[in-house]
């Protein structure tokens, strides 16, 4: 086995593996809810999940994919885009990279970032297993 196919098992199953370094095209379903996650540590964050295709992975039908709600405001940002423009973020496919960028508070730190791109009308096959939002 290989660090790929590894890779590859661990964004099998009912939820996308999305971190630092990592991307994955997406058609994205409906947001399901909001929550807060307690770490075993004892620290909560807010997160958000939502219901999405993978591309790369269609026949898997719907899985998940939660974020920090701070990670995946640029998802927000590139909805609200698209919804001014009449176009429902459902019915295209967004590719989200997560990349490292310098921790504003800690010096020597990372933390990880969402980019979101539009990468189109999402294809046929991907869209007949979903609810919309």
Same mark, same amino acid.
């Given at each position: ?5 590894? %890779? @590859? &098992?661990?964004?099998? !199953? ?15 379903? =409906? ?30 039908? %719907? @899985? &998940?994919?939660?974020? !920090? ?15 001014? =423009? ?30 979101? %791109? ?16």
């Amino acid at each position: 086995m290989s660090w790929s196919d590894f %890779e @590859k &098992e661990a964004s099998s !199953g009912a939820w996308v593996k999305l971190n630092v370094g990592m991307s994955a095209e997406l058609v994205i379903l =409906q947001l399901v809810e909001f929550f807060t996650k307690e770490w075993d540590d004892g620290k909560t964050d807010r997160m958000v999940r939502f219901k999405v295709i993978d591309a790369a992975d269609p026949d898997a039908g %719907e @899985k &998940e994919l939660e974020a !920090g709600v701070r990670r995946a405001k640029p998802l927000n940002d590139l909805q609200l885009d698209l919804k001014t =423009q009449g176009v429902d973020i459902a019915s295209r496919l967004v590719k989200i990279s997560c990349f490292a960028d310098r921790h504003p508070t800690k010096p020597g730190r990372t933390i990880g970032r969402w980019k979101c %791109e539009d990468l189109g009308p999402a294809p046929a096959a991907l869209l007949g297993s979903g609810v919309p939002f």
